[in-house]
């Protein structure tokens, strides 16, 4: 589907020091990308880089483009897809020229953002409007607006789950991987497929920090030389799961052979049970349900099993926030853009996504959340500058897959060590990046 590509940790180290330290750059002002009085403010030609390939492809992208002229018809939008948009993006942004709006890239330190972006106004004017706007915001102004937000939890076969005879969400980590072997022995379904080739799926793990205990601020807490992997701790409980259910033969035989694409036909035939992913993917999946003869009801979508006080929490998260390039020439078309595909593109309704816009309502995908009174955490990024920085120097990728990957080669016996090991080492890296970076 055009998802992001993680860089290597190597790699990605390379890319911030690269992007936020070539002396040979210009320097550009740091003037506000307005947002036109008028439709008639805004004009000019743009260019939207974006991951979203396959929308770009199948014409989506020129037919938002098109409702946006309605509204602003003197600027012309045109669009880049770059299938590895992470490496190509980080790259390009050695120069001037990286489009007029653009998602920011992950290889972009957040305390760098004034560096490469025009401000779009303050934090707590923005703040009241959009959601997600913390992630953005850089000394009191705000730098990106998002696409859209997401629940986190898992994916599911309905019937499948059903036909093993389970009728209610696994309330705790034991129950859940109870359920897969229930799954296992009563079904010909894979219980979990963990999407290990592809790798960026393993991500999706991190943003559960915050469901099990229903903070909002749990990502902020790692902030600080806290041993995030002890035990009790969210991260410990979050990959303590993942270990479990491969550990227990409850994935796919060999995960070097999985296949993004082919996993959705897999989940909506019933040949895989449930996937750990963002609710962005609900819709998806419903559609290859569709395309495979299948009830596009049987794909549900569940908490991550723990509760606090009886009650499940889902942590909403940001996806890619766009921006506009410093040196933009077309500064107010490009936030014109920005501000129309938040609030009246639709974009996050067809996506079956949580809207930035504050006053939009929740998507139907999430109606199983919203019945079953689970609470929805917005994610504080007050720190996510100085959680990055640390994570960087520790070399450990919260948001990559690389130490997920290693995680479930050593719950397979692929890599030697036990996970009381694993986890130990993770804590130590941790702590020691925490005394030298993310102050």
Known sequence: MGKKKALTGALLAAAIMTVAGCSGRSTASG???????????????????????????????AEYAAEFNKTYPDVKVTFEALTDYEGEVKIRMNTDDYGDVLMIPAAVAKNDYPKFFAPLGNAGELGGRYRFSDKAEVGGKVYGISTFGTANGFLYNKAVWKKAGITKWPATPEEFVGDLKAIRSRTDAV???????DGWPLTAWS????????????????AGPVSPWKRGGELHTIDSLLHDIVEEGLSEKDPNTTNWEASKDMIAKGE????????????????????????PED???????????????????????????????????????????????????????????????????????????????????????QVNAIDNAAEIGLNKPDYRQKLVDTARGAQRGSLDDFFADLDKRWNEAAGTAGS
Not at 273 to 293: C, E, V
């Open 272 to 295: 895989v049970a449930t996937m750990q992913l963002g609710s962005w993917a609900i819709t998806q999946m419903r559609d290859a349900a569709r395309k495979n003869g299948a009830d």
């Open 207 to 222: 943003n559960n920090i915050g469901s099990v205990t229903c903070d909002a601020k749990a990502n902020d807490k790692l």
């Open 191 to 197: 219980p979990y497929y963990t999407n290990f080739k």
């Open 31 to 61: 003037e506000t990308a307005k947002a036109p009085a008028d439709p008639a403010d805004a004009s000019g030609t743009i260019k939207v880089l974006t991951h979203r390939t396959d929308l770009v492809q199948n014409g989506t992208m």
């Open 299 to 385: 794909i549900g979508f569940m908490p991550f099993p723990a509760q606090k006080d009886g009650t499940y929490c889902a942590v909403l998260a940001s996806d890619y926030q766009q921006a506009v390039n410093i040196h933009s020439g077309h500064k107010t078309a490009a936030r014109a853009w920005i501000d129309w595909f938040a609030e009246k593109s639709g974009f996050s309704v067809k996506e079956g996504a949580v809207p930035a816009l504050k006053s939009a309502s929740l998507p139907s995908t999430l109606k199983d959340f919203v019945d079953n009174d689970v609470t929805f955490v917005e994610r504080s990024e007050a720190k996510t500058g």
